[in-house]
Nanobody, 125 residues
Framework: QVQLVESGGGLVQPGGSLRISCVASGFRLAAHVAGWFRQAPGKEREWVSCMTYNGGSTEYSDSVKGRFTITRDIAKNTVYLQMNDLRPEDTAVYYC??????????????????WGQGTQVTVSS
């Protein structure tokens, strides 16, 4: 059974840091594209970052570039999103997703086959 489970969300002050995790089961995450998306209340889902199937390339949206870093631990079948210098506008539910059909990153959510349930990140003083 293919499953993605996020964790690590929470409340953090502006300027703070947080690392969220996504554990995959039922397939090898290292063999596929992994992505992070987010959705704030009243807004459309927004692509945040992705990593190619071999981990050789990562991409970021302009809104998080330089502040967020996507990494993975092959042994733990887990992908992470390290978020630094967090801002109130980063507040959202964060979702990880896996694309089992492609090799390159995509910012299009329709390219992804499996999604996690999401983890809430709130940036507020």
């Amino acid at each position: 059974q293919v499953q993605l489970v996020e964790s690590g969300g929470g409340l953090v002050q502006p300027g703070g840091s947080l690392r969220i995790s996504c554990v995959a089961s039922g397939f090898r995450l290292a063999a596929h594209v992994a992505g992070w998306f987010r959705q704030a209340p009243g807004k459309e889902r927004e692509w945040v970052s992705c990593m190619t199937y071999n981990g050789g390339s990562t991409e970021y949206s302009d809104s998080v570039k330089g502040r967020f870093t996507i990494t993975r631990d092959i042994a733990k079948n887990t992908v992470y999103l390290q978020m630094n210098d967090l801002r109130p506008e980063d507040t959202a539910v964060y979702y990880c997703a896996a694309d089992l059909r492609s090799f390159g990153c995509s910012s299009n959510g329709a390219s992804y086959d499996y999604w996690g349930q999401g983890t809430q990140v709130t940036v507020s003083s």
